[in-house]
């Protein structure tokens, strides 16, 4: 959601602040070629495109019609005029000018201020529709693409010059000029056809110190008034000194809106990722170990009979066309014009996809970047060869990637220079497409690094999900389709629940299509958190939970509707206080309610987990003065047209042990010992689990740390031991209460910290349900730093598929280990997905030695798991956060909800530190 309009103006260029609007991360991951890499990327291209396209209407409303005429690019000087005064021009004395050495002295501009446009009346101006027909009477692309050239020169130079100019005039006398660094993408989003008008249009929606980053919009006009969205694409130009032809500052933006701070989100992702895509070229580093593998089996099929694809060798595909450069096509700066060029590109792109796909009519979908690396002389040779460097990939079965590269003959030596590459797809989208039967084949090392660029190219775009997203923003007519539950309930079965990533929901039945949107994207988002080798927190909250030694515990309470978190801590009286995520204040989420408990202490605290239940919690209170212990069920209201937040006893029950889980109406507690109680609270219905020690025989305490309600049993782990029980049946009060004893049981010695997990699917040899468990052994001396004190284990289910609780196999297999310093610490507390991560407390000590708190993360078997063999697991995990430079806070709790990727750190100060992994 965009925020609130600012006070004030804020200058982009000049000096720089965060804004409030939130966009994808743009986060270095080291492996380009990895699957979960580029579905991240192309989630955040599909973002960027949908935004832009939303945006650019509400900054073209606020331009004025009058200013939005487009400068001519083109030179309008005779250039015999230029040749008999090109000696005289040169002769002229430079005027002296003063140099801005930053963009703080220029005057600043608005987006609306550069906003340009040309309108193309196909369908009422059938002369002007002649001059743009191909041969199947469509729309020549390439000479549209002409236009988009010149309309991105044209809105840079009034940015620089402003709205009112009405001519570029001469460099000399302005004393600078633009060019275009780069086309960064072009994308077809809908068909094009000659029978509606045409509106280009476009503005800078982000400015560097010297560059420009310019978003252009090519919309159909249909006869209602309505514009669909054709084709969006995004500039680089930069602005250079006549002469020293070295950068110059350009004009900031004035940032004054919440659309316009969307937009400078979005120009900050895209510098920062043009940054990280050049450190990854496979001219920097080499393929990835998976494209390595697609190569080498491309390879292999080169060897096998033709069947019924024919392999082409990609020397074989490739055209060549070469010209003279005539003055006709030059631009303002005696140059030939880049449109041109790119014009000249796209037709000879074209021309390869068709001979190769044999097909005359093939769609454009994406120009995947352009870049001008110098310009091109008037009167020179000009050389294009083009390639086939990919075809075909398992989402677009009928697609051909074509390379074009523009070299710069010189004619008396016979040498060549490197201008300009082009990167095209053409195809067909539609998946019951007739797939092509030929298949392009690279047999050198350079041809197989262009193979796997094309790749990149290819794959980058045929990510589904993000193509609903762009169809919902880009194409009016597909907006509702992409709104109906179907559609996302179909992407959330395929790309979520049968990958079994995190997922809050039990049942899918009662989900509605918002939130099963919602929670689609943030698995997939999450998911690439995870495996991003260097995982670090994209958000963070703090607030002061409790007085100095006084906060006891922090949990979360995530409902569809409220994200709340709840802090138990010990003052005067205990009082439990509710903040809210969703309504944070620089930093810090807004206290909406509070309980306070007079007379008594609250010994331990459950809440109900289940996002679909009420917010439901279960207080255990012991009543000194009343010499009486007893748990209350209360519940979190919302007050209506507010955002506070009522605590509603719902229930007391009359019961001493601790309660240890709350899951709607079902509550287990336990005692000290040996004891837990399964029990209806709304019916009082019961059950008892008795442990293998009698309470008369244990000397300590022997707590409950966790009860996990597998699909086969029950399990209960306790400070010494885990145990297996059949499942229950509830009996009312009244009813002769049998114990249940376990039917197995397993010792750890004394465990300091434990999570237990189900994993479903994680292994072909493990089919059935498995239970996953991390412990850390309690050391005697709390200083010993015990290398191996986290260990992994699995508690896997075999014989015969019926199903019986004695089927799981103990003892539990221990099937790695992982280095944590004990250290100092008071939060003991693991936490354990079902998706396989996981999150401990360690103590560490920083570079000038002061001990720190580090949250340590990692990932075990389960979805997120990158491959990596079972002996390597206990290394592969990563600091996600430290207390670092906050001196000596010391954590006492934590609260981790796996399938919102949030994560709460309470310390001894009474501070409460919430951390996302995603948004």
Not at 380 to 400: F, I, M
Not at 872 to 898: A, C, I, N, P, Q
Request: hydrophobic share 40%; proline share 6%; glycine share 6%.
């Amino acid at each position: 959601m965009l925020s609130r309009a600012l006070k004030r103006p804020i200058l982009l260029g000049s000096h720089r602040r965060q804004f409030s609007y939130t966009c994808p991360r743009f986060q270095e991951v080291p492996n380009f070629g990895s699957a979960s890499t580029k579905a991240k990327e192309a989630q955040i291209e599909t973002h960027d495109v949908t935004t832009i396209d939303r945006l650019l209407d509400q900054i073209r409303s606020r331009s004025d019609p009058a200013n939005r005429t487009v400068f001519p690019i083109r030179s309008s000087r005779p250039w015999t005029e230029m040749l008999l005064n090109s000696i005289h021009d040169a002769s002229e004395p430079v005027r002296e000018m003063q140099i801005p050495q930053s963009p703080a002295e220029l005057p600043p501009r608005h987006m609306h201020d550069s906003y340009s446009q040309i309108d193309l009346p196909f369908a009422s101006d059938k002369q002007l529709l002649e001059q743009y027909v191909n041969a199947w009477g469509g729309i020549r692309t390439g000479k549209l693409m002409e236009h988009l050239d010149s309309l991105a020169g044209s809105i840079a130079y009034k940015h620089l010059l402003g709205p009112a100019a009405e001519t570029v005039g001469k460099i000399k006398e302005r004393g600078f000029y633009v060019v275009t660094a780069a086309v960064d993408r072009l994308d077809m989003l809908a068909n094009l056809y000659p029978i509606r008008n045409l509106r280009l249009g476009g503005h800078v929606i982000y400015t560097g110190r010297s560059s420009m980053e310019i978003a252009v919009k090519m919309e159909a006009l249909e006869h209602d008034g309505k514009a669909q969205t054709i084709m969006l694409g995004r500039f680089s130009m930069v602005c250079r000194d006549a002469t020293t032809h070295k950068a110059r500052p350009v004009n900031p933006l004035i940032v004054s809106s919440p659309e316009e701070q969307a937009l400078v989100a979005i120009g900050e992702v895209h510098k920062r990722r043009k940054t990280y895509l050049f450190q990854r070229s496979l001219s920097r580093v080499p393929p990835s170990s998976e494209e390595a593998q697609a190569l080498h089996y491309v390879y292999l099929s080169s060897l096998q009979p033709q069947g019924d694809t024919e392999k082409v060798p990609m020397a074989d595909t490739q055209l060549e066309k070469t010209l003279l450069m005539f003055p006709q096509e030059r631009n303002i700066h005696q140059k030939v014009f880049g449109g041109y060029l790119v014009r000249l590109a796209y037709e000879l792109g074209f021309t390869t996809a068709s001979v190769f796909a044999r097909k005359r009519r093939l769609r454009f979908l994406s120009l995947d970047g352009i870049g001008f690396k110098c310009p091109v002389s008037i009167g020179s040779v000009l050389q294009l060869t083009s390639q086939v460097t990919h075809t075909s990939t398992e989402e677009l079965p009928a697609v051909v990637h074509v390379f074009v590269k523009a070299n710069v003959i010189d004619v008396k030596t016979g040498t060549e220079q490197h201008t300009n590459d082009f990167k095209f797809t053409w195809g067909e989208i539609d998946p019951e497409s007739e797939p092509l039967r030929r298949m392009v084949v690279p047999q050198t090392y350079a041809e197989s690094m262009k193979w796997i660029e094309g790749r990149r190219a290819l794959e980058y775009g045929a990510q589904i999900l993000p193509c609903i997203l762009s169809i919902r923003q880009t194409c009016r007519r597909f907006n509702e389709l992409t709104r109906y539950r179907s559609v996302w309930l179909e992407a959330c079965r395929r790309f979520i629940i049968d990958e079994d990533l995190p997922f809050p929901h039990k049942s899918l039945d009662n989900v509605d299509s918002t939130e099963l949107e919602k929670w689609t994207r943030r698995a997939l988002v999450l998911e690439a958190a995870w495996r991003h080798k260097a995982r670090s927190p994209c958000r963070t909250l703090s607030f002061v939970g409790g007085p100095l030694n006084g906060l006891q515990t922090v949990r979360f309470v995530l409902k569809r509707e409220n994200e709340w978190i709840i802090a138990v801590s010990e003052g005067i009286w205990p009082v439990i206080g509710c903040w809210d995520l969703h309504f944070a204040h620089n930093g810090s989420p807004t206290k909406v309610g509070e309980w306070f408990c007079r007379g008594a202490t609250i010994k331990d605290i459950a809440v109900d987990a289940n996002l679909e239940n009420d917010a439901f919690i279960a207080v255990s209170i012991d009543n000194y003065s009343q010499r009486k212990r007893y748990i209350e069920i209360q519940r979190i209201r919302p007050v209506p047209q507010t955002r506070e937040v009522t605590f509603e006893t719902i229930k007391t029950l009359d019961i001493s042990y601790n309660p240890v889980l709350l899951d709607g109406d079902v509550l287990v507690t336990s005692d000290e010992y040996s004891q837990v109680q399964i029990m209806n609270w709304k019916t009082g219905e019961f059950a008892i689990l008795k442990g293998s020690e009698e309470q008369d025989n244990v000397i300590q305490h022997n707590k409950c740390l966790q009860v996990l309600f597998a699909h086969q049993g029950i399990f209960v782990a306790r400070s010494r031991s885990i145990e297996l029980f059949p499942n229950v049946v509830l009996h009312k009060p009244e009813e002769a209460i049998p114990l249940v004893r376990p039917l197995k049981t397993c010792s750890f010695g004394w465990i300091d910290g434990i999570a237990m997990a189900p994993l479903w699917k994680y292994d072909p040899d493990y089919s059935k349900e498995t239970i996953c468990v991390v412990i850390r052994a309690e050391e005697g001396n709390p200083w010993m730093s015990d290398i191996h004190s986290l260990r992994y284990y699995i508690i896997p289910m075999g014989g015969d598929p019926d199903p019986d609780p004695s089927l799981y196999m103990f003892p539990p297999i221990q099937l790695a280990s992982v280095a944590s310093k004990r250290g100092f610490m008071r939060c003991p507390t693991l936490a354990l997905g079902p998706a396989g991560t996981s999150l401990w407390v360690s103590s560490g000590v920083d570079i000038s030695g002061a001990r720190t708190q580090d949250l340590w993360s990692s990932i075990w078997l389960g979805p997120m798991r990158d491959g990596t063999n079972l002996e390597e697991l206990g290394w592969r995990r990563s600091k996600l956060f430290s207390t670092g430079d906050r001196g000596r806070t010391v954590w006492t709790s934590m609260d981790y909800v796996e399938s919102r990727g949030c994560i709460a750190l309470g310390a001894v100060d009474g501070s409460v530190t919430v951390l996302y992994l995603v948004d």
